[in-house]
């Protein structure tokens, strides 16, 4: 009885999701989610080596920020960064102390 109320036997309360997207909604959704995970790991990649190279101690902290937040973590981190100039100045001041 309910179901005469939409006027056939078969409408679903979602045919409108398929029939916006099509029939490639779900390569569209994960092409979208690789995209995503790639892009959160070349990012993460990139920022642990970056913290690695700048004594930052808590490296392995960013990596997982840039891995759950993505760009939004990428650009955290690009703003913090600069408060651990301290330690980049000290690591290099070591490094040219054992030189000498």
Known sequence: MILDVAGTEHFHMMDWWYNLFGPLTWLFMVLGMVIYIVTGLIIGYYVHKDA?????????????????FNIVGFALYLLVRGNYKGNVNQAKLKENSNEK
């Open 52 to 68: 690695v190279r700048r004594n930052i101690v808590n490296s392995e902290v960013w990596l997982i920020i840039t891995l759950i």
